[in-house]
């Protein structure tokens, strides 16, 4: 309700506004002109920028300090989704300028883009793992309702975590070989190093988060796929002062095996070591 109107339409433009002589305008200030600039990214798939000029006239009702939080609020920690990807946004800075020969004030704000790419790869998949575990039982443990499992859970176009409803996001780093378990010709062990993004609308409600994944895992010790094959879970580490979405607050390193597919397909790992 605070932007001025083009077309009907609130005064929000991509790039560049049409010209103030355009007769679709209604009131000219205030206006939002924004663009986006993303590069790939090796972790993240895409990652970038969202730069947003929120102006308005010097003489105007609301300054640009008014706005600015509105605008803000809009953006920061929100969730952007489409079934193709899904990009978070994160407040970095606000400068605020002045256009003295057009009597325009304004604030350029600053969001980092990330992307939440999916994580899923082939059976034995850790992450996917990881994921139903989250849905199904780190709600149960915690005493909430549901957690979003980001990667694994349909997202609205836009959407921001919650304390009710806390979003969680496994990251897979890399997979090595095991230096617990040697290989023999019927399996070979892999150790795939995941890290665990938590978010919520505070940061007290991220850190009982972290702490109750953390200790419920480590007690765990293992974790069980389908075909009753384990995923060890090595070790477990958080630290709560870390960026929620750029590094994630767990790092976990969990240790599975591959069977050899010459062996009968009959044989499973489950067999062999859980009895």
Known sequence: RHMAKYADIPAIFSQEAPAD??????????????AIDTQGDVERGVAGTLLMDVMTEKEGELAPEDIEPIVRNLI???????????????WDTSRYF???????????????????????????DPIALLNEW????????????????????SLPSAWKPTDE????????????????????????WQTAHVYGH???????TETIIERTINSSLTLAKRLIFE????????????????????????????TYGILNPQLNQGQRLGKILIK
């Open 227 to 254: 075909d009753l094959a384990p995923l060890m879970l090595d070790a477990i580490r958080h630290n709560p002062t870390n960026d929620p979405l750029r590094n994630g607050q767990i790092e976990l390193d969990s």
């Open 76 to 90: 920061d920690g929100y969730f952007f989704s489409n079934p193709q990807i899904t990009i978070a946004a994160q």
């Open 165 to 188: 409803q806390p979003a969680v996001f496994w990251r897979l780093g890399n997979i090595s070989s095991s230096s617990l378990i040697p290989d023999t010709y019927s399996c070979i």
């Open 198 to 204: 938590i978010m919520a609308k505070t940061s007290a």
């Open 134 to 153: 989250t849905a199904n039982e780190l709600p149960k443990i915690i005493g909430i309702e549901s957690v979003r499992v980001i990667g694994r859970d």
């Open 21 to 34: 002589t355009d007769g679709a305008w209604d009131n000219q200030y205030p206006r939002v002109v924004f």
């Open 98 to 124: 002045t256009e003295p020969t057009e009597k325009v004030i304004g604030v350029t704000m600053n969001f980092r883009l990330l992307e939440f790419p999916p994580q899923t790869t082939c059976d034995p």
